[in-house]
């Protein structure tokens, strides 16, 4: 067996994320469901959003705030972060002018103000000031122009983690260079970082910081407001900016074939460096997975492959945005089934008649 820092499979989490991986999760649940159809009218599934549709984004935000078990208003709150329009981004769904009252009524004033607040409030200064750890002694955080008391701050924290989650890819990562500082880049000198979307590399910046929003949530007054994350061991844990970056160029290098193609040991060795570097993504351990499979580790390659169904399953989101989320599940699961059957293809075209068992756990 490996010495690697493999997560263990939480069968409680998994149960909850395989819950969600039908597209139709969000039409069941109770509090998302009546408000499902109101902004799906207002052209979200047409409209362009980092690596998908706004409504990707919307409901990828609902999707993993869910999985963390967050009350109703977080989770309505995930669902309708951006409807108003913010800094970041013009998709403005609902005047806040003329039409406050008209979401009021769908969603309860308490969550329509949450939404308010979180269009209108600035993102920037209140990721830059709780990243930092510049929150009050009573739990709120002051702005420029407001003070957000500790409900609304630990709200904003576990909403900003699952926004960040979801959409960071390295196109992103170029064009807010230095985020949550942001440096005003001329894109006529930096055309190639422009092209959208870009080669599709992982992020090599964005899980530190999402890692220090999340050691925030325990902040004396802010810990107990809102069930923790199960991301970085609980929010216990923080990603150095220089870990992170190695992670996932060693996991690149991987995926665009740079190491030696005819044995494996070399891509084995790299990808097990990032493991150690950055256990907190699944991407990584499910690559070892196939990889000691193919060389007949089957005891590796079930404690690489759950070790990335767990980080799947804390995230709610893909890493490499290069497929969706719900892709990578159902690969590294087919992955845990060979190793506990100690069956895997020797031959390449027999990849293409792999299947989940339905026996399979």
Same mark, same amino acid.
């Given at each position: 067996?490996?010495?690697?820092?493999?997560?263990?499979? /939480?069968?409680?989490?998994?149960?909850?994320?395989?819950?969600?991986?039908?597209?139709?999760?969000?039409?069941? /649940?109770?509090?998302?469901?009546?408000?499902?159809?109101?902004?799906?009218?207002?052209?979200?599934?047409?409209?362009?959003?980092?690596?998908?549709?706004?409504?990707?984004?919307?409901?990828?935000?609902?999707?993993?705030?869910?999985?963390?078990?967050?009350?109703?208003?977080?989770?309505?709150?995930?669902?309708?972060?951006?409807?108003?329009?913010?800094?970041?981004?013009?998709?403005?769904?609902? /005047?806040?002018?003329?039409?406050?009252?008209?979401?009021?009524?769908?969603?309860?004033?308490?969550?329509?103000?949450?939404?308010?607040?979180?269009?209108?409030?600035?993102?920037?200064?209140?990721?830059?000031?709780?990243?930092?750890?510049?929150?009050?002694?009573?739990?709120?955080?002051?702005?420029?122009?407001?003070?957000?008391?500790?409900?609304?701050?630990?709200?904003?924290?576990?909403?900003?983690?699952?926004?960040?989650?979801?959409?960071?890819?390295?196109?992103?990562?170029?064009?807010?260079?230095?985020?949550?500082?942001?440096?005003?880049?001329?894109?006529?000198?930096?055309?190639?970082?422009?092209?959208?979307?870009?080669?599709?590399?992982?992020?090599?910046?964005?899980?530190?910081?999402?890692?220090?929003?999340?050691?925030?949530?325990?902040?004396?007054?802010?810990?107990?407001?809102? %069930?923790?994350?199960?991301?970085?061991?609980?929010?216990?844990?923080?990603?150095?900016?220089?870990?992170?970056?190695?992670?996932?160029?060693?996991?690149?290098?991987?995926?665009?074939?740079?190491? %030696?193609?005819?044995?494996?040991?070399?891509?084995?060795?790299?990808?097990?460096?990032?493991?150690?570097?950055?256990?907190?993504?699944?991407?990584?351990?499910?690559?070892?997975?196939?990889?000691?499979?193919?060389?007949?580790?089957?005891?590796?390659?079930?404690?690489?492959?759950?070790?990335?169904?767990?980080?799947?399953?804390?995230?709610?989101?893909?890493?490499?945005?290069?497929?969706?989320?719900?892709?990578?599940?159902?690969?590294?699961?087919?992955?845990?089934?060979?190793?506990?059957?100690?069956?895997?293809?020797?031959?390449?075209?027999?990849?293409?008649?792999?299947?989940?068992?339905?026996?399979?756990?």
């Amino acid at each position: 067996m490996t010495d690697l820092p493999l997560p263990t499979l /939480d069968a409680d989490l998994f149960a909850r994320a395989q819950a969600l991986l039908d597209d139709e999760w969000l039409s069941a /649940d109770p509090d998302l469901a009546p408000v499902l159809p109101i902004v799906l009218a207002r052209g979200v599934g047409q409209d362009w959003h980092k690596a998908g549709t706004f409504r990707h984004h919307l409901v990828g935000v609902a999707r993993s705030l869910a999985l963390w078990r967050q009350p109703r208003d977080v989770r309505l709150l995930g669902l309708l972060h951006s409807v108003y329009g913010n800094a970041y981004v013009d998709l403005v769904k609902f /005047d806040a002018a003329s039409e406050r009252a008209r979401l009021r009524e769908a969603v309860g004033e308490p969550a329509e103000e949450l939404v308010h607040l979180f269009c209108t409030a600035s993102r920037t200064q209140f990721t830059q000031k709780v990243q930092a750890g510049q929150i009050e002694p009573d739990g709120s955080v002051v702005l420029d122009d407001r003070t957000l008391p500790p409900d609304v701050v630990a709200a904003f924290t576990v909403v900003s983690m699952a926004d960040f989650c979801e959409q960071w890819f390295a196109w992103q990562e170029d064009i807010y260079a230095g985020f949550p500082f942001l440096h005003q880049t001329p894109q006529a000198v930096h055309w190639a970082a422009a092209l959208w979307p870009g080669p599709m590399r992982t992020p090599s910046r964005i899980y530190a910081l999402i890692s220090r929003l999340g050691a925030a949530l325990r902040h004396p007054a802010l810990q107990g407001r809102l %069930p923790m994350p199960p991301v970085f061991d609980h929010c216990t844990r923080v990603l150095p900016e220089a870990d992170e970056a190695a992670a996932s160029a060693l996991y690149w290098s991987v995926v665009q074939q740079q190491q %030696p193609l005819v044995q494996p040991q070399a891509s084995i060795a790299t990808l097990e460096q990032a493991v150690r570097l950055n256990p907190w993504v699944g991407e990584p351990q499910m690559l070892l997975a196939q990889l000691y499979l193919i060389a007949g580790r089957h005891d590796d390659a079930r404690a690489a492959a759950e070790g990335a169904l767990q980080c799947y399953s804390s995230w709610g989101n893909a890493w490499d945005k290069r497929v969706q989320w719900d892709a990578w599940i159902a690969w590294a699961r087919i992955l845990r089934q060979g190793a506990i059957t100690r069956d895997w293809p020797e031959r390449l075209d027999k990849l293409n008649n792999v299947a989940l068992r339905p026996d399979a756990a």
